[in-house]
């Protein structure tokens, strides 16, 4: 079994920077759907780990999605917290559903199971995986046949900047619990950089940001630097495990 996933984080459409009404944002994502559709080979999913509006407006998915669906793969999706729960069904994922619960879904292209979880907590910038999405999870790694992926958008370990630990995964410690033997890594967005380390003994990987990339406190005094190119990571899975390779385009 051999599996190849492009994973892009944080485009966050309708972010007006420099007063340019979102236009900017909006021409760096056309650039990664770009490059991934001039790809040579195939894909069997993209993963997209949320915060895919700045304000979750309708408008902000309407163009989301006529951007997303432009690639010639599958598109796997998880809210972040710049996004909304009820504005993302029903205008991103085209469903109707004004309860405000969270937002998971699982897939399984070639061989693997993907579990795709919300970690927002609404109208917040930490996450959090509520009791719901717990269960979930537990009855998705229960019932998978093979390896899985789980997928969320806020970090659930120290990446070393005050700002983004500051507003990472509140109760790591309830999904380490989860977690079985059958999960091979753990995939997630928000920090807007790409980074690799462990979570409760298995592969954490970051996916870098589109819209920006976090500058590291012994690189500058800022937070995000708009001008780095964007960048996308690139996962190929088999019977051996999980590799990583990341890209700017």
Excluded at 19 to 46: K, P, Y
Excluded at 111 to 140: E, H, K
Aim: proline share 6%; with cysteine; net charge negative.
């Amino acid at each position: 079994m051999t599996a190849t996933l492009a994973h892009i984080s944080d485009l966050h459409i309708g972010k007006d920077h420099d007063g340019d009404g979102g236009v900017r944002a909006l021409h760096r994502a056309q650039r990664v759907i770009d490059h991934l559709n001039t790809l040579q080979g195939g894909l069997d999913g993209v993963l997209v780990t949320g915060d895919i509006a700045d304000h979750g407006t309708p408008d902000e998915y309407r163009t989301a999605r006529e951007l997303l669906a432009t690639l010639r793969f599958p598109v796997l999706t998880c809210p972040g917290n710049h996004d909304d729960r009820v504005n993302y069904q029903a205008h991103l994922l085209e469903v109707q559903d004004d309860r405000g619960a969270a937002v998971n879904d699982v897939h399984r292209p070639a061989g693997l199971t993907i579990a795709m979880c919300d970690s927002t907590i609404p109208r917040q910038n930490p996450g959090l995986l509520d009791d719901s999405t717990l269960a979930w999870l537990d009855r998705v790694l229960a019932d998978a046949e093979g390896p899985v992926l789980v997928c969320l958008h806020h970090p659930p370990v120290v990446l070393h900047h005050p700002f983004i630990d500051g507003i990472r995964l509140r109760n790591e410690d309830q999904l380490a619990e989860v977690l079985r033997d059958n999960v091979l890594a753990v995939l997630c967005g928000h920090a807007h950089t790409a980074a690799v380390t462990t979570f409760a003994g298995r592969p954490l990987v970051v996916a870098p940001g589109v819209v920006s990339t976090l500058v590291l406190p012994f690189e500058s005094e800022g937070i995000f630097d708009y001008d780095l190119p964007p960048s996308v990571a690139f996962h190929v899975v088999d019977d051996r495990g999980l590799v990583t390779h990341f890209r700017s385009v």
